[in-house]
Every structure is written in structure tokens, then in C-alpha cells.
């Protein structure tokens, strides 16, 4: 038999194996598309040549053989649909989350101010995950009540999260660092206060408490309206404040 006739009976017998067989065949097409160039002991180069020419136009036509080019288009192409349909889906979550906040904000005195904070908490927990923070929700260890923690950028975040119509004393901000500073040196604070900060009681906690660690960064009631409304993303907001904390010593930076 010649070798035409071998291959051909080699591959109708693989043809009748299944997937199995189908799978070998592809593999067997794959390996001769990497040839370059006819075996050198081929009697007729120039055919030799064409049929390989010829195999790899059949062989990307039946979607054997991927294209290079046309596989690295295509993957940006599905990229960018992942892409554009995750901000999609965010956009979604966010209004959703917005929605929920602005009724918050609404019900006002109609609620107490433990279960306004208790849905804040909720809610806070839900917009780290839609931003792909891993944030776990408030806790209780010993005798210390956390609202939540979360990781970023190497460290990790304890949470204090205030929604009170009076701003936080001195008392408040200390008993908070308090917490921190019982942690890991890894361990930093964000203090979310959404009736703001008293300039004096802020400036007098910074100064005095850069002899141990200078490691809260806080939140006021229109940094938290702002991420909820989507004007700015979670991490770019954390990283604008972290950075600013990091490099000019500030504690409170406005979005």
C-alpha cells in the first residue's frame, strides 16, 4: 500500500473510534500544520509544499487549527465583553445599593439609631463585595465590638461605623485606636462617621497620636454619599486616603 492509502485507512479507522479517535486525528493535523517545510527526502518539495499550504487553509477553515492572530483577537474581544458586562452588572448592584442608602438617609428619625447603624453595617458589607473586597461583617471578640474588617493593599482594616447626629469625642476616636493598636503592626483603622468630624477634636487626636501610630483614616457622611452614588470607586477612594495618610500625614481627606 502506498503511504497515501496507510493514512487514509489509518484515519477512516480512527474516524470509527469516537471522540477518542477524533481527538488523535486532531492532534495528528496539529503536528503536521507546525511543519515548516516538507521532510527533506520528499521526492517532490514544491507539492510537498503546496499540500501543507493546502492543510493548514482546511485545517483553520474547519476551526482545527487557530489562526495565532485571529485566537488573540478573539480573546480580547471576549475580555472586553467580560469587562464591559461586569461594570454593567456593578452599575446594577450600585443603584441598587443607592437606592437603599438615599432610603436610609430618608427614614431619618423615623428609626433608631442602633438599627439605622445595624442596615449602615449591611450595607457598607455589600458595597466592599460589589468592589471585590473581601469584607467581613461586624463582629464580637472579648469585650470589643468590631463593625467589620477588610483587606487592602497588604493590610488589614478594622472598621468603626458611625451613623449619630453628634460627631465623635476624643473618647471615641481613642477607644477606637484603642482596638487598632491591640492588633498586629499590620492592622490599620478606617473611622466612618457620617455626621462628619470636629476639626479641633481631629487635629488635637492626630497630633497626639503620632508618638505611637498614626494609623486611622476616616470617612465623613459625604465621602460615604459619594461612593454609594458611584462618583467614585471604593479603591480609588481608599487609595486616595491611604496615600494621603501615607505621604502627607493626614488623617481626613476629602473626596
Same mark, same amino acid.
Given at each position: 500500500?502506498?503511504?497515501?492509502?496507510?493514512?487514509?485507512?489509518?484515519?477512516?479507522?480512527?474516524?470509527?473510534?469516537?471522540?477518542?479517535?477524533?481527538?488523535?486525528?486532531?492532534?495528528?493535523?496539529?503536528?503536521?500544520?507546525?511543519?515548516?517545510?516538507?521532510?527533506?527526502?520528499?521526492?517532490?518539495?514544491?507539492?510537498?509544499?503546496? &499540500?501543507?499550504?493546502?492543510?493548514?487553509?482546511? @485545517?483553520? !477553515? *474547519?476551526?482545527? =487549527?487557530?489562526?495565532? %492572530?485571529?485566537? /488573540?483577537?478573539?480573546?480580547?474581544? &471576549?475580555?472586553?465583553?467580560?469587562?464591559?458586562? @461586569?461594570? !454593567? *452588572?456593578?452599575? =446594577?448592584?450600585?443603584? %441598587?445599593?443607592? /437606592?437603599?442608602?438615599?432610603?436610609?438617609?430618608?427614614?431619618?428619625?423615623?428609626?433608631?439609631?442602633?438599627?439605622?447603624?445595624?442596615?449602615?453595617?449591611?450595607?457598607?458589607?455589600?458595597?466592599?463585595?460589589?468592589?471585590?473586597?473581601?469584607?467581613?461583617?461586624?463582629?464580637?471578640?472579648?469585650?470589643?465590638?468590631?463593625?467589620?474588617?477588610?483587606?487592602?493593599?497588604?493590610?488589614?482594616?478594622?472598621?468603626?461605623?458611625?451613623?449619630?447626629?453628634?460627631?465623635?469625642?476624643?473618647?471615641?476616636?481613642?477607644?477606637?485606636?484603642?482596638?487598632?493598636?491591640?492588633?498586629?503592626?499590620?492592622?490599620?483603622?478606617?473611622?466612618?462617621?457620617?455626621?462628619?468630624?470636629?476639626?479641633?477634636?481631629?487635629?488635637?487626636?492626630?497630633?497626639?497620636?503620632?508618638?505611637?501610630?498614626?494609623?486611622?483614616?476616616?470617612?465623613?457622611?459625604?465621602?460615604?454619599?459619594?461612593?454609594?452614588?458611584?462618583?467614585?470607586?471604593?479603591?480609588?477612594?481608599?487609595?486616595?486616603?491611604?496615600?494621603?495618610?501615607?505621604?502627607?500625614?493626614?488623617?481626613?481627606?476629602?473626596?
Amino acid at each position: 500500500m502506498s503511504k497515501a492509502k496507510i493514512a487514509r485507512a489509518l484515519f477512516d479507522d480512527l474516524g470509527g473510534q469516537g471522540s477518542v479517535g477524533h481527538a488523535v486525528q486532531r492532534k495528528i493535523i496539529e503536528e503536521l500544520c507546525q511543519m515548516k517545510r516538507p521532510h527533506a527526502d520528499a521526492p517532490d518539495q514544491r507539492a510537498g509544499a503546496e &499540500a501543507l499550504t493546502e492543510l493548514k487553509r482546511e @485545517a483553520v !477553515a *474547519e476551526q482545527i =487549527l487557530v489562526n495565532p %492572530e485571529q485566537a /488573540a483577537t478573539e480573546a480580547r474581544k &471576549a475580555a472586553e465583553k467580560r469587562r464591559v458586562q @461586569a461594570i !454593567a *452588572e456593578r452599575r =446594577l448592584i450600585l443603584g %441598587e445599593l443607592c /437606592a437603599e442608602f438615599i432610603a436610609l438617609v430618608q427614614q431619618g428619625n423615623g428609626q433608631s439609631t442602633q438599627g439605622r447603624g445595624y442596615d449602615f453595617e449591611k450595607l457598607l458589607a455589600r458595597l466592599f463585595q460589589v468592589h471585590d473586597l473581601d469584607y467581613r461583617p461586624s463582629y464580637r471578640i472579648d469585650r470589643e465590638q468590631i463593625d467589620g474588617s477588610f483587606h487592602f493593599r497588604g493590610f488589614t482594616y478594622l472598621v468603626e461605623a458611625r451613623w449619630r447626629s453628634a460627631q465623635p469625642d476624643l473618647g471615641d476616636l481613642l477607644d477606637f485606636k484603642g482596638k487598632v493598636d491591640g492588633k498586629l503592626d499590620s492592622t490599620r483603622g478606617v473611622f466612618i462617621s457620617m455626621a462628619g468630624f470636629d476639626p479641633g477634636v481631629l487635629d488635637y487626636f492626630v497630633r497626639n497620636s503620632r508618638g505611637s501610630r498614626n494609623n486611622i483614616i476616616m470617612f465623613t457622611g459625604r465621602d460615604v454619599s459619594q461612593l454609594f452614588e458611584g462618583n467614585i470607586g471604593l479603591v480609588d477612594a481608599l487609595t486616595k486616603k491611604v496615600d494621603a495618610a501615607e505621604q502627607e500625614g493626614l488623617a481626613l481627606c476629602e473626596l
